[in-house]
């Protein structure tokens, strides 16, 4: 593995590769070293989670990590993306960690010629992919179910202006997961094959294994969103939440419109928390994969 830009790019093989080296790390019978590794996180979309846990998990297999700030850069001097980080290759930084929202950058990026060989992990691009989500959620659901082959996920929300659910619909896939989603019109894209759809909760609800919360983005909406309907019709409630169901949300939450606020209090929402938990285990497994393979 060079670089991790899709989940399309990855065989199940590949996956499964991931998930058990992420393992061997959680319970540490894996250590790695990459003193030799200089990776820069660059961010031009506002994160929490993937950040900090890709910083984390950078500091924990020993790799060099900088942070590029993109208000103080040259960026805003007007240098082109391409030419920064050709800049960034000629001055020895190896592999950048990027999010950004134009959907297809990353791709565009990662066909160019560098000064020096230069690996990417996308970090989130647009609403089209975000893969360490999608990784970290298979790990998450992996490890409560042994496998997810046969069950029954359901999907609820934003799917529309969702990254997260692209990548993790790619990767569900792969592993003959049934997928189901419950959204209201505006939030729903009925090209995708293979999917059930639906606009009544207590239906979708009544045989489902794992239930996904989406955040609605509503930074990427321009229409209107009837936030009173959302709510009374989909958000997820203490009422109901159906006994024994694995709730997972990839975060950042909208308390009070996805999910009830109080159903965040509850233990069985804990699975959110070991979502973003578990991402920092992902992450060491990519970059480990990644840096071993370019030898650093
Ligand atoms: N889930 C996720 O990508 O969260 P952040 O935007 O906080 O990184």
Redesign the pocket.
Known sequence: MKNLIRIEDLSKEEILQIYNRAYEFEKNTRKANHIDAQVVTMFFE??????LSFELALNRIKANKYDFQVSTSSINKGEELFDTINNLSAIGFDTIILRHKEDSLIEELVNKKYYNDISFINA?SGMSA?PT?ALLDFYTMKKQFGSIEGKTITIVGDVVHSR?FKSNIELLKKFNVNIQILAPEIFIDESIEGIQYFSNLKAAFEKTDIIMALRIQKERISEKIDFEDYIKNYQITKENLPYGAFLMH???VNRGIEIESSVLELQSARTILNQAKNGVFVRMAILDMILSNRGL
Not at 46 to 51: A, E, G, L, P, Y
Request: hydrophobic content about 10%; proline content about 15%.
């Open positions: 506002n994160s929490t989670r993937t950040k989130g975000h989500q997260v990839p975060g950042p």
